[in-house]
């Protein structure tokens, strides 16, 4: 049984990495791009009815936020990523907190909740 588990990681070790045709990277783009526009699109939207409604003067009130489900939307960061991955972790937290306003507090709790083993030493 351990000779099996043996033969199956090497033979998962020895399997070449296949690169993306050239095909593939242009289809990926061009999705990509997709994404891109409909995400601009969210958030030309988002900031036309903040503005629409930070105009209206209501006098004083307690500030109540709806989130999304947070736990799907980015995921947790240990520290041991690699530096694409870090930025891109980085560049989520913050496009989310724009797109929610979110204030520096709420910015920095959210990053307290999602941060854990190297990367919460780091932090703390």
Do not use: H
């Not at 799907?72 to 530096?83: A, R």
């Amino acid at each position: 049984m351990v000779n099996d588990k043996e033969t199956s990681s090497q033979q998962q070790q020895q399997q070449p990495v296949k690169a993306p045709t050239y095909n593939e990277l242009m289809m990926l783009i061009g999705e990509l791009r997709e994404r891109l526009q409909v995400a601009e699109k969210a958030a030309e939207q988002t900031k036309s009815d903040n503005a629409s409604v930070s105009s209206v003067s209501t006098g004083k009130c307690n500030e109540i936020r709806m989130f999304a489900n947070l736990d799907n939307s980015v995921k947790v960061f240990t520290g041991s990523e690699s530096n694409y991955d870090a930025a891109d972790w980085i560049q989520s937290v913050e496009s989310m907190a724009d797109l929610n306003a979110w204030p520096v507090a709420y910015r920095m709790q959210f990053v307290r909740c999602n941060v854990t083993e190297a990367a919460r030493d780091w932090f703390l």
